[in-house]
């Protein structure tokens, strides 16, 4: 149980385009998920914190125009890359939070496989 | 902020050898503890916790005390094995008692472990 899947595993696009990233609790409700950015043997680094229903919350650093977040449903939240440039290029990761009897420990943070973005 | 300082790596080691990496922490507040394993090709699992100063967390032969008195959470294994090759990172959630971040993760760096026969 607990499983997170994110799609697509991984991305190719052209530097302008945008990309959307996928990320769905296949077992379980979320009311809250992550989104990470994984640079090359680096820590993960918190984007943002998404809630359904409500504007996600951005960290520090962020640009919430570049990386637009949408929670619209207790299983599905995704980000786009918008006009993507080559150093957005890195390894997004989500997690998703249960909601408190929602069928898994809402203590935890169930994570993505990760979406590899190039951008060339 | 709060911060989290794992050991550099890469490590190395021989199967059935005795593994420990470092992890230390600055929170301002009661910080739970959480070391997370990424396997080759995978996400991040949780392989163990901790929520209160002397809890110890433990998995797959895997132990971690958390440590108030010296912000730290060592994660230690006495024989490890091939299959324990990873990523492992050290991480910390401010909601510990009266947190309301919605559990929100610093991670450390992460520590390569690979292991040979």
């Known amino acids: 149980g607990a499983v997170v899947s994110q799609h697509p595993s991984r991305v190719i696009c052209k530097s302008g385009t945008s990309v959307k990233i996928e990320c769905r609790s296949l077992?379980?409700?979320?009311?809250?998920m992550f989104w990470y950015r994984q640079f090359p043997k680096k820590s993960l680094m918190l984007m943002a914190t998404s809630n359904e229903g409500s504007k996600a919350t951005y960290e520090q650093g962020v640009e919430k125009d570049k990386f637009l977040i949408n929670h619209a449903s207790l299983t599905l939240s995704t980000l786009t890359v918008t006009s993507a440039h080559p150093e957005d290029s890195s390894f997004y990761i989500c997690s998703a939070r249960p909601i408190a009897g929602g069928g898994a420990p809402s203590y935890e943070q169930y994570f993505g496989p990760g979406t590899r973005l190039t951008v060339t | 902020g709060d911060s989290v300082t794992q050991m550099e790596g890469p490590v190395t080691l021989s199967e059935e050898a005795f593994l420990t990496i470092n992890c230390t922490y600055t929170a301002t507040g009661y910080p739970s503890l959480f070391w997370y394993v990424q396997y080759p090709g995978e996400g991040l699992q949780l392989l163990l916790k901790?929520?209160?100063?002397?809890d110890k967390g433990s998995n797959k032969g895997f132990e971690a005390t958390y440590r108030k008195e010296t912000t730290s959470f060592h994660l230690e294994k006495g024989s490890v094995q091939v299959s324990d090759s990873a990523v492992y990172f050290c991480?910390?959630?401010?909601?510990?008692?009266?947190?309301?971040?919605?559990?929100?993760?610093?991670f450390g760096q992460g520590t390569i472990l690979t292991v040979h026969p």
């Open positions: 991480a910390l959630s401010d909601e510990g008692a009266g947190g309301t971040s919605y559990g929100k993760l610093t």
């Open positions: 077992d379980f409700q979320a009311t809250t």
């Open positions: 901790a929520t209160k100063a002397d």
